[in-house]
């Protein structure tokens, strides 16, 4: 399976350079070079390195551009946070939105509950 235009995909979305990306494998450049273009064979040990530096599971890269019943929706901001955002197809958005009323009121009866618990232990409410 060739994985090298997903691994260019990712770092390009970081912004990490090829030299970073070797850095940071601890191979050179020309070996991390030779990954993306799928001159090489890469072991399990090094895609989960490769995974790890660009903060995704092994699957969501071999994945990354495979059709899928949803849509999936990365992102990376500058606080080196990133994830997957997926909105699958076909579920009914009401049930979505008595789930999340239904979520919300019982948050709101946790309040008063809160706000006793401190009171009864003399710890200070200051919000």
Do not use: W
């Not at 260019?8 to 070996?31: G, P, Q, W």
């Not at 090489?40 to 071999?62: F, K, R, Y």
């Not at 955002?85 to 789930?99: F, M, P, T, W, Y």
């Amino acid at each position: 399976m060739k994985i090298g235009k997903n691994i260019i995909e990712i770092r390009r979305a970081h912004k990490y350079t090829e030299e970073f990306m070797a850095d940071e494998l601890k191979i050179s450049v020309d070996e991390y070079k030779s990954i993306e273009n799928d001159d090489v064979d890469i072991t399990l040990s090094m895609l989960d390195a490769i995974c790890s530096v660009l903060s995704l599971t092994p699957a969501e890269l071999l994945q990354l551009n495979e059709p899928t019943n949803g849509i999936k929706n990365y992102f990376f901001n500058h606080s080196d946070n990133s994830g997957t955002n997926i909105k699958i197809q076909g579920i009914d958005q009401k049930e979505v939105r008595k789930a999340y009323k239904e979520l919300y009121s019982e948050e709101l009866k946790r309040i008063p509950k809160l706000e006793k618990l401190l009171r009864e232990n003399n710890i200070p409410i200051d919000f």
